[in-house]
């Protein structure tokens, strides 16, 4: 069965310092997705990255940056120099190519509050 | 840009009382979801859509149904609302090909059950 966790509940941190989002995942397929979205207190949910389990390279956007690790069926998010703008709610999820309708499931979430 | 549109935005519905949650894409995806949140929860999944005719259950499916007679439209029926259903509920699309599985959400609905 697929299953994410976020173990992080809540994270405060003071503006520009650097923040990691932790996510494991669970899943018997060997091919599946990963994606982050963000929910900002409007309430909507925004795309932030898609990896796939065949490209295990990290990746950097601007101040975000992700590390893909299958041997510890981690992918994390990092916000480098962040911003109050970075409050939100991040969510990790988990799409297995083998699963009839490849619907999302998502890990509980992690509240990130950055204070000015 | 219109994307994923779900209306209405907000509804306080009484204990026994129907609605239905409108989802309309406007992206030509094969596949549609609604999923709910409750508060400080991720999302989990009601019902989802390959394709007009076809649909599915989820995780969460008791109380719910839905219908998918176009491309287009996925709404989603509660017919006896109850103090459980009390959430927030979004509706998603994505394409079928699988090098493009994104999924692009609605705004969602706040729903009160009262």
């Known amino acids: 069965a697929q299953k994410v966790t976020q173990a992080q509940t809540e994270i405060s941190v003071v503006e520009k310092e650097d923040v990691t989002l932790d996510c494991v995942y669970e899943?018997?397929?060997?091919?599946?997705?990963l994606f982050w979205y963000k929910q900002p207190p409007s309430g909507e949910l925004v795309f932030l990255i898609r990896?796939?389990?065949?490209?295990?390279q990290n990746e950097i956007s601007g101040r975000y940056s992700w590390n893909f690790q299958k041997s510890t069926s981690s992918f994390n998010f990092t916000i480098t120099a962040s911003q109050v703008v970075d409050s939100a709610v991040y969510f990790c999820?988990?799409?297995?190519?083998?699963?009839?309708?490849?619907?999302?499931?998502f890990g509980p979430g992690t509240r990130l509050s950055v204070l000015p | 840009n219109a994307g994923v549109t779900q209306t209405p935005k907000f509804r306080i519905l009484k204990i026994g009382q129907s609605m239905t949650l409108q989802c309309t894409q406007d992206m030509n995806h094969n596949y549609m979801y609604w999923y709910r949140q409750d508060p400080g929860m991720g999302l989990k999944l009601i019902y989802y859509?390959?394709?007009?005719?076809?649909?599915d259950k989820g995780e969460v499916p008791n109380g719910y149904n839905v219908s998918r007679s176009t491309t287009e439209d996925f709404p989603l029926r509660l017919e006896l609302a109850a103090p459980s259903q009390t959430s927030v509920y979004f509706c998603?699309?994505?394409?079928?090909?699988?090098?493009?599985?994104?999924?692009?959400f609605g705004a969602g609905t706040r729903l009160s059950v009262l």
């Open positions: 859509s390959v394709g007009a005719g076809i649909t």
């Open positions: 998603a699309s994505r394409t079928g090909r699988e090098t493009k599985n994104i999924q692009y």
């Open positions: 990896r796939n389990s065949f490209d295990e």
């Open positions: 899943t018997r397929d060997t091919t599946y997705y």
């Open positions: 999820a988990l799409s297995e190519a083998g699963n009839y309708g490849q619907n999302f499931v």
